[in-house]
């Protein structure tokens, strides 16, 4: 097995790329070993020429932890629930193509532990076009000003499942899944990696609705300024999909976000897996 770490303008060592081994077989202690401390030193490891079937997606998965349960069952696979899919050939209710995962977030962070890790498996991918983008939110931290980073040090965000500030809607829950899914939560806008002990800005234009005891008037702005900051290409990895890929990324520190822009007419289908974390701190 080889682990190198993905060459580019704003990596910092986000990013690497595993060849040499099959997740469809048994994986040796010091090899999984060797995944989880890569997992943390890169961020996202992008673990070529895999060709797995939703079980042994699930058993390969389960090498970085425990399968967590996504909120949103209408993506399930009905023969394998705790994986879901991507595709681009859903639509909302008026016909509207849904494309999932538009716009930087982070996974669930809507949940009590929202997910350390999110896995994509590639099975359908488009000619050309699609990449995802990772924003190192470790590297944005310690990048930031040291009077903003005060200022953020002891924030709480107010996550929700659908903030009312975002542009990008998503699909509906349904009222089963709903009552699972807790109504608002509070987590630091600043949280300290549990394995790696880094800092990492924890913000989601999608699900936080507010800063705790600030004003929105106040709150938008500094949502807004810290996005802007971190997102800039010398804190992001690229990552352009290759048939067979399976890319997992550690939502503690990275954000993410997909692309819109190929040809619609082509399938781009993937399988999504995620995996328990814990309460952030
Ligand atoms: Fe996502």
Same mark, same amino acid.
């Given at each position: 097995?080889?682990?190198?770490?993905?060459?580019?303008?704003?990596?910092?060592?986000?990013g690497?790329?595993? =060849?040499?081994? /099959?997740l @469809? %077989?048994?994986v040796? $202690?010091?090899e999984?070993?060797?995944?989880? =401390?890569?997992?943390?030193?890169?961020?996202?490891?992008? &673990?070529r020429?895999?060709?797995l079937?939703?079980p042994?997606?699930?058993?390969?998965?389960e090498?970085?932890? $425990?399968?967590?349960?996504?909120?949103?069952?209408?993506?399930?696979?009905?023969?394998?629930?705790?994986?879901?899919?991507?595709s681009?050939?859903?639509?909302?209710? /008026?016909?509207?193509?849904?494309i999932?995962?538009?716009?930087w977030?982070t996974? *669930?962070s809507?949940?009590?532990?929202?997910?350390k890790?999110?896995?994509? *498996?590639?099975?359908t991918?488009?000619? %050309?076009?699609?990449?995802?983008?990772f924003?190192?939110?470790?590297?944005?931290?310690?990048?930031?000003p040291?009077?903003? =980073?005060? %200022?953020?040090?002891?924030?709480?965000?107010?996550?929700?499942?659908?903030?009312?500030?975002?542009?990008?809607?998503?699909m509906?829950?349904?009222?089963?899944?709903?009552?699972?899914?807790?109504?608002?939560?509070?987590?630091? &806008?600043a949280?300290?990696?549990?394995?790696?002990?880094?800092?990492?800005?924890?913000?989601?234009?999608i699900?936080?609705? @507010?800063?705790l005891?600030?004003?929105h008037?106040?709150? #938008?702005? #500094?949502l /807004?300024?810290l996005l802007?900051?971190? $997102?800039?290409?010398?804190f992001?990895?690229? *990552?352009?999909?290759?048939?067979? /890929?399976?890319v997992i990324?550690?939502? =503690?520190?990275?954000?993410?976000?997909?692309?819109?822009?190929?040809?619609?007419?082509q399938?781009?289908?993937?399988? %999504?897996?995620?995996?328990? @974390?814990?309460?952030?701190?």
């Amino acid at each position: 097995m080889e682990i190198n770490v993905m060459a580019g303008p704003g990596t910092h060592g986000t990013g690497a790329e595993v =060849r040499g081994i /099959d997740l @469809g %077989r048994p994986v040796a $202690t010091d090899e999984k070993a060797a995944l989880n =401390r890569a997992f943390v030193e890169h961020g996202v490891l992008a &673990i070529r020429d895999q060709k797995l079937a939703p079980p042994q997606v699930l058993a390969a998965v389960e090498l970085f932890g $425990t399968v967590f349960q996504q909120h949103n069952t209408r993506f399930a696979l009905p023969d394998c629930p705790q994986i879901h899919y991507l595709s681009n050939q859903d639509s909302f209710p /008026d016909g509207r193509r849904y494309i999932p995962g538009e716009g930087w977030h982070t996974d *669930h962070s809507n949940d009590t532990r929202p997910p350390k890790a999110t896995v994509l *498996h590639a099975v359908t991918l488009p000619d %050309r076009g699609g990449d995802t983008q990772f924003a190192d939110m470790a590297a944005a931290h310690d990048a930031l000003p040291a009077k903003t =980073r005060d %200022r953020i040090a002891d924030l709480l965000g107010i996550h929700v499942y659908q903030s009312s500030h975002s542009a990008r809607k998503l699909m509906a829950l349904s009222d089963a899944n709903r009552e699972r899914v807790p109504n608002a939560v509070l987590h630091p &806008i600043a949280r300290t990696h549990p394995e790696s002990g880094r800092k990492s800005i924890y913000i989601n234009p999608i699900r936080i609705e @507010g800063i705790l005891g600030m004003d929105h008037k106040e709150a #938008l702005p #500094l949502l /807004d300024e810290l996005l802007e900051h971190a $997102t800039q290409e010398r804190f992001q990895y690229r *990552h352009q999909w290759k048939p067979g /890929d399976l890319v997992i990324w550690d939502n =503690r520190r990275l954000l993410h976000k997909a692309n819109g822009d190929y040809d619609m007419s082509q399938t781009r289908y993937l399988y %999504r897996v995620m995996l328990q @974390g814990d309460v952030p701190r």
